[in-house]
C-alpha cells in the first residue's frame, strides 16, 4: 500500500524557520492532493496548506505569507517552507495524499514533531 515518510520537524526558537519534507510510495495515480495539516495538543487537526498535482495551493490563514507549500511529481513528494515560526506553530505535522478516483483514497503519515520555543 501507499506509504508516507516525513522528516523535517524539530525545536527551533521563534522567528526561525524549518523545511518539512514528505516522500510518498505505492502505487499512485497522476491525480492527487498533497498537503500537511496539523494538530496542538488539546486541539483539533487542522489544514495547514495543500496543493494539487496541477499546482493550485490553499493555505490557511494563520500561515499566509509565512508557509510554502511545493512538490516534487517526479519524486511524488511534497515540502513545507516554514519561515518566521511563532510558538503558536507548535504541533505534530501530518502529511496527507489524496488520490482522486480511487479507493483506499487517502494517506497520512506518522506525522512529525514541530516545536517552538525559546
Known amino acids: 500500500q501507499v506509504q508516507l515518510v516525513e522528516s523535517g520537524g524539530g525545536l527551533v526558537q521563534p522567528g526561525g524557520s524549518l523545511r518539512l519534507s514528505c516522500a510518498a510510495s505505492?502505487?499512485?495515480?497522476?491525480?492527487?492532493?498533497m498537503g500537511w495539516y496539523r494538530q496542538a495538543p488539546g486541539k483539533q487537526r487542522e489544514l495547514v496548506a495543500t496543493?494539487?498535482?496541477?499546482?493550485?495551493?490553499n493555505y490557511a490563514d494563520s500561515v499566509k505569507g509565512r508557509f510554502t507549500i511545493s512538490r516534487d511529481n517526479a519524486k511524488t513528494a511534497v515540502y513545507m517552507r516554514m519561515n518566521s515560526l511563532k510558538i503558536d506553530d507548535t504541533a505534530v505535522y501530518y502529511c496527507r495524499l489524496y488520490i482522486y478516483y480511487s479507493r483506499p483514497n487517502d494517506y497520512w503519515g506518522q506525522g512529525t514533531q514541530v516545536t517552538v520555543s525559546e
Open positions: 496543493i494539487t498535482s496541477a499546482g493550485s495551493t
Open positions: 505505492g502505487n499512485i495515480l497522476t491525480i492527487y492532493t
